[in-house]
């Protein structure tokens, strides 16, 4: 593996039944562009199990060393309890191991990112059961999300009929790697 | 070696630090104040503190050692069996921090790790028998030779640990209730009140607790006025005698003369007295081992790395396996290949 002078932030999100992974390197002062990797895959029961082998896969792939990772950001739900624990067990080790910070992201706000488009209003929502979503109205300005109406759970009904909706797509996790960056606290709001 | 271990299989939140067979540090936070007004184990909460603890654990184990994380060797953690959601917190946290550190990672079978508790320090090796008893288990294994956990019996169906919670709660006793009804019983006098035997005219080297919880209950029914120490002594007397006849025998039909006792009710002194009779050599766990902790779970990978009865690549793919008898292995994920590899 060869060493990557430049820091990358790691975003992880399993809140779903996606696990959702991003590197980011931003745009530095010397003039490196800004550059996302992403890696996306449904394992749905698989996680606990595949996790680490996906991860060490993409972190590979794209040649970036794992000493590189300045921070680390993690999905924090809402969604699957057990899958948001998997994702923050995870983000803990290996924020100890690697010795840097673990910040905590919105999954619905992910979810927004990788579905509406810039400058788009829209819903994103995920399966709540028994009738139910977890879901917030969100607009996307560039890479960031602002929140119009908290993510909650609700009936489905509470959300509009032709409203747009982002909804059975993975999370984009570079959400979570541009709140590593930004140093954002790892508060586990839901499971 | 110096390897840390984890185990968040049930309701405690632990982490130990040992070198080979010497144990450094032993933090375990206990959740039992928090699941004693239910009475028992709430699996849900057990998992949401042991996600809000872990850092703090691992962090307190490795200072309480005098040990800088990049001294430690290897990562090991419980997979199962235990609550799925517990066990997915220590294990995921385990294995995030060994990929971080790029270290091995063992995925340590729970039971292997309390055999490990009452091997620490010494010199046993197999053949030996292994009589395991604990709140969630009680299961007796013959090792003929290291790492081969064969089950001969076990119990049908309450653990011996789990009937002492059952029969401190129909006592009117606090949870855990293995030391408040050893503590009622040395007032108490055996054969004070009626309780059956369990499995009296078995062959095999089976257990069965539930019986007597029931007859308990209803002795408690119909007599309200018995002497609850009596009560206490009497039902642990048969507890007590029904690991140690069921142990002896096996050890006399297997031919074994070392036998293991581990688990939280190993910790039990009416239970050690009786096993003192038996004039086999014997083996408990060393002090403050006997519980769950994680440093039963190090020890137990130590054993492993030093004796290479580990999997090629470390255990990165293994899953949480809540049912996962000891002697099976690890369940993996369908592609095994694929994930089962460590960082390189």
Same mark, same amino acid.
């Given at each position: ?19 959702? %992974? ?25 996680? &606990? ?13 794209? #040649? ?31 924020? !100890? ?18 579905? %509406? ?12 059961? @028994? ?25 489905? &009904? ?34 | ?17 040992? !070198? ?16 004693? !007004? ?99 288990? =009680? ?5 003929? =030779? ?73 002795? %408690? ?27 002896? @025998? ?27 009779? =038996? ?24 054993? !492993? ?13 293994? #899953? ?25």
């Amino acid at each position: 593996m060869t060493s990557d002078p430049s820091p990358w932030y790691l975003g992880l999100d399993t809140a779903t039944p996606w696990l959702a %992974l991003a590197l980011w390197s931003p745009a530095g002062a010397d003039g490196a562009t800004d550059v996302v990797h992403r890696h996306a895959i449904d394992l749905g029961r698989d996680l &606990a199990g595949a996790l680490m082998g996906e991860l060490d896969a993409f972190v590979r792939a794209h #040649d970036v060393a794992p000493e590189a990772l300045r921070a680390i950001g993690v999905g924090v739900g809402p969604g699957s309890f057990t899958g948001i624990r998997i994702g923050i067990a995870a983000a803990l080790g290996l924020g !100890r191991g690697l010795g840097v910070a673990v910040a905590g992201a919105g999954t619905l706000e992910a979810l927004a990112l990788a579905g %509406l488009d810039d400058g788009e209003v829209g819903w994103s929502a995920i399966d709540a059961r @028994r009738g139910a979503v977890y879901a917030g109205r969100f607009r996307r300005i560039g890479d960031d999300i602002d929140v119009l109406e908290e993510g909650r759970r609700r009936p489905r &009904a509470e959300v509009p009929p032709g409203a747009r909706l982002v909804e059975g797509i993975a999370p984009d996790a570079f959400h979570a790697a541009r709140a590593a960056r930004a140093g954002a606290p790892l508060l586990p709001r839901y499971g | 070696m110096i390897v840390l271990g984890i185990d968040t299989s049930c309701d405690d939140t632990a982490v130990g630090i040992v !070198r080979d067979r010497a144990v450094l540090s032993n933090v375990v936070v206990s959740q039992a104040a928090l699941h004693a !007004r239910f009475g028992g184990v709430m699996p849900e909460e057990a998992s949401r503190e042991h996600l809000g603890l872990i850092d703090e654990v691992a962090t307190r184990a490795l200072a309480e050692a005098g040990i800088a994380l990049a001294e430690v060797d290897a990562v090991a953690a419980t997979y199962g069996p235990g609550l799925v959601g517990s066990l997915l917190v220590g294990l995921g946290y385990a294995k995030g921090l060994a990929w971080g550190r790029g270290l091995p990672f063992v995925a340590v079978h729970h039971l292997e790790g309390h055999v490990a508790a009452s091997l620490a320090g010494g010199g046993l090796e197999a053949p030996y028998l292994c009589l395991v008893a604990s709140g969630g288990h =009680t299961v007796l294994f013959d090792v003929a =030779t290291p790492g081969d956990f064969r089950r001969v019996g076990g119990s049908r169906d309450d653990a011996a640990g789990e009937a002492f919670d059952k029969v401190a709660r129909l006592l009117g006793l606090p949870y855990p209730g293995g030391p408040s009804v050893a503590s009622l019983a040395e007032r108490g006098t055996v054969d004070g009140v009626p309780l059956p035997v369990p499995m009296r005219a078995q062959r095999g080297y089976d257990f069965s607790f539930s019986g007597l919880k029931t007859a308990v209950a209803v002795l %408690l029914e119909r007599n309200p006025e018995a002497m609850i120490a009596d009560v206490a002594a009497t039902f642990q007397a048969r507890v007590v005698g029904s690991l140690v006849d069921v142990t002896r @025998r096996a050890a006399a039909d297997i031919g074994r003369d070392d036998v293991v006792v581990a688990g939280g009710v190993a910790a039990n002194r009416a239970l050690r007295a009786a096993f003192d009779e =038996t004039g086999l050599r014997l083996h408990f766990p060393a002090p403050g081992l006997a519980t769950d902790n994680g440093a039963m779970i190090a020890l137990a990978a130590a054993a !492993r790395l030093a004796s290479g009865r580990v999997t090629p690549g470390g255990d990165l793919g293994v #899953d949480a396996a809540p049912y996962q008898p000891l002697g099976e292995g690890p369940s993996r994920p369908r592609d095994a290949t694929a994930t089962a590899t460590g960082r390189s």
